[in-house]
């Protein structure tokens, strides 16, 4: 019967796990789209093109980290089974 009370708590925190992953992949679509949006900037130039790259390495890092975090959740379902 005890063992019936901690199900709860992991499904809570399996569900809080994924919201943070959903919420890593939003932001990440979001910084996407801000870099993405640079270059609707008139007129294209080197520096637009810079700002773009920068703001694009910060969307794949996020991308990266998000998809780190979804493995990793992955993983301890794969090892609660």
């Known amino acids: 019967m005890n063992d019936l009370k901690h199900v709860p708590?992991?499904?809570?925190s399996?569900?809080?796990?994924?919201?943070?992953v959903t919420q890593s992949f939003f932001e990440a679509d979001q910084l996407?789209?801000?870099?993405?949006?640079?270059l609707n900037d008139c007129p294209?130039?080197?520096a637009t093109v810079d700002r773009f790259?920068?703001?694009k390495?910060?969307?794949?890092?996020?991308?990266?980290?998000?998809?780190?975090?979804?493995?990793r959740l992955k993983e301890i379902q794969e090892k609660s089974k």
């Open 9 to 12: 708590v992991q499904m809570d």
């Open 14 to 20: 399996q569900f809080g796990a994924f919201q943070q």
């Open 32 to 38: 996407d789209e801000e870099a993405y949006a640079i």
């Open 44 to 46: 294209l130039s080197c």
């Open 53 to 55: 790259t920068e703001a």
């Open 57 to 71: 390495k910060i969307a794949d890092g996020k991308y990266s980290e998000a998809r780190r975090q979804w493995s």
